[in-house]
């Protein structure tokens, strides 16, 4: 596991949207995600709202990548992922997230939780340093 540092955790947070990346079989997808949450430094929580080819692909390979940014510059977090739809810890997140949809006025439910247990963190900003590995 590698330890997503601060500026990363806080823009992960913050950030309104993210792109979520699966694969299988070669074939990539890439789909926005705005329900995601540090868990700790080591772990991402993405719910699914309606992640059908992700959720297929992710049953193939567990490898995930999840993109964050802003106007400065931004983070990719690279891990393997598992997947929870019953137990009290996706209770837990399912009823977060129903509470911040309906607030919005959306009549969504997420399905299930994606833990991404990170292992690699890269820097996304342009410049010099873009592409490095940052853990």
Partial sequence: MAKMPQACQDMINNAYAAAFSTCAEGVPNVVPVSMKQVIDDETVMVSDQY?????????????????????????????????EDEGPRYEAVAAQVKEILSSMGYDFTSKGVCYIHVEEVYSVTPGEHAGERLA
């Fill in 51 to 83: 992640m059908g080819k992700s959720l297929a692909n992710l049953r193939q390979n567990p490898h995930v990548a999840l993109s964050v940014w802003d106007d400065e510059g931004g983070f990719q977090v690279k891990g393997s992922a598992t997947y």
